[in-house]
Nanobody, 123 residues
């Protein structure tokens, strides 16, 4: 069974960068669609970036386009989310998720979840 372990959250200043990592065991993450989700205080968990299991096509939520970059490293069996120019609305809990479906656009689709990382953006 696929297991996902996240790392890289923390406190950053407004406009700074942070990279989240999602390392897999128990399966080849390259065969899975992977999504990154963010859950702000009092908000629902929403998809902000993802990569398809079929053709590695990337997709991003509009508010993070041009600032966030998802990458996959098959040799390390991991996926990363580089977050640049973080804004106040970027604060929250971040989760990576994996599934055998083609892509993960909603939390309900994902079967496997990382433990979550907290990101705090300070002004």
């Amino acid at each position: 069974q696929l297991q996902l372990v996240q790392s890289g959250g923390g406190l950053v200043q407004l406009g700074e960068s942070l990279r989240l990592s999602c390392a897999a065991s128990g399966g080849n993450l390259g065969n899975y669609a992977v999504g990154w989700f963010r859950q702000g205080p009092g908000k629902e968990r929403e998809a902000i970036a993802g990569i398809s299991s079929i053709d590695d096509k990337l997709y991003y939520e509009d508010s993070v386009k041009g600032r966030f970059t998802l990458s996959r490293d098959n040799a390390k069996n991991a996926v990363y989310l580089q977050m640049n120019d973080l804004k106040p609305e970027g604060a929250g809990s971040y989760y990576c998720a994996g599934d055998h479906s083609a892509c993960i656009l909603t939390p309900q689709v994902a079967k496997y979840w990382g433990q979550g990382n907290e990101v705090t953006v300070s002004s």
